[in-house]
Nanobody, 120 residues
Framework: QVQLVESGGGLVQPGGSLRLSCVAS????????MSWVRQAPGKGLEWVSR????????TYANFVKGRFTISRDNTKNTLYLQMSGLQPEDSAVYYC?????????????RGQGTQVTVSS
C-alpha cells in the first residue's frame, strides 16, 4: 500500500526558504517517478516538479525554475523539495505524489499535504 507523508511546511517571509520532506512507504522511491504538486486556495492542483525513476532527470514548472530543487534520499525513502526565493504566490498546500505529474495531470497517489504560507 502506497503511503506518502509530507512535512516541513510553515510560515515564511517573502524571499525566505523552506525544505519539504516526503517519507514514502509501501514502495521504493528509487524505482519510481516522483513529483511535487501544489494547490493554492480556490485553485486546482498544479504540477511543480518531478524526478525520474533513475534520479538523473529533474523537471520543473516554469514558475519555479531556479528557485526550487527536487531531490531524494533512497536510504531514507524520502523525497525533498528545497524552496528558496519564496513569494506570496507560492502559498499553497504542497503534496508529493507517486507518478509523473505534468501540466494538466496529477497522480492519484498523494500524501495529505503540508501547508506553505508566504507572508510578511
Amino acid at each position: 500500500q502506497v503511503q506518502l507523508v509530507e512535512s516541513g511546511g510553515g510560515l515564511v517571509q517573502p524571499g525566505g526558504s523552506l525544505r519539504l520532506s516526503c517519507v514514502a512507504s509501501g514502495f521504493n522511491i528509487g524505482n519510481a517517478v516522483m513529483s511535487w504538486v501544489r494547490q493554492a486556495p480556490g485553485k486546482g492542483l498544479e504540477w511543480v516538479s518531478r524526478m525520474s525513476a533513475d534520479g538523473y532527470t529533474q523537471t520543473y514548472a516554469n514558475f519555479v525554475k531556479g528557485r526550487f530543487t527536487i531531490s531524494r534520499d533512497n536510504t531514507k525513502n524520502t523525497l525533498y523539495l528545497q524552496m528558496s526565493g519564496l513569494q506570496p504566490e507560492d502559498s499553497a498546500v504542497y503534496y508529493c505524489a507517486k507518478g509523473a505529474a505534468t501540466v494538466g495531470y496529477v497522480p492519484d497517489d498523494r500524501g495529505q499535504g503540508t501547508q506553505v504560507t508566504v507572508s510578511s
